[in-house]
């Protein structure tokens, strides 16, 4: 059985860095492209970022330069670094996971795993 366990969240000010955690069981990150998401409350929920299958990173608009995602295969963990957190970053974030080889210019959606989320605040 796979779980994906989001971590690391919490409530910053304005400016502040947080670094989330994604560790996984019954998945190894290896060549399958992974990704971060968030969802703020009446809103759709987004990509924030993505790792292919070549090991190009990609963000959305609104994070580059801010975000950076990560794995570290020998401790089978996803990270999100992020920077200079504004307000509108506020939302809750999932990591997601799958078996599926993918490099397109785009990150992928669909994701086969889904962690449960951790809450990130960000005050002005």
């Known amino acids: 059985q796979v779980q994906l366990v989001e971590s690391g969240g919490g409530s910053v000010r304005s400016g502040g860095s947080l670094r989330l955690s994604c560790a996984a069981s019954g998945y190894t990150f290896s060549r399958y492209a992974v990704g971060w998401f968030r969802q703020a409350p009446g809103k759709e929920r987004e990509v924030v970022a993505c790792?292919?299958?070549?090991?190009?990173?990609m963000y959305a608009d609104s994070m580059k330069g801010r975000f950076t995602i990560s794995q570290d295969n020998a401790k089978n963990t996803l990270y999100l670094q992020m920077n200079s957190l504004k307000p509108e970053d506020t939302a809750m974030y999932y990591c997601?996971?799958?078996?599926?080889?993918?490099?397109?210019?785009?990150?992928?959606?669909?994701?086969?795993?889904w962690g449960r989320g951790t809450q990130v605040t960000v005050s002005s």
């Open positions: 790792i292919l299958s070549d090991r190009n990173t």
């Open positions: 997601a996971a799958g078996r599926v080889l993918y490099i397109a210019p785009v990150c992928p959606k669909d994701y086969e795993y």
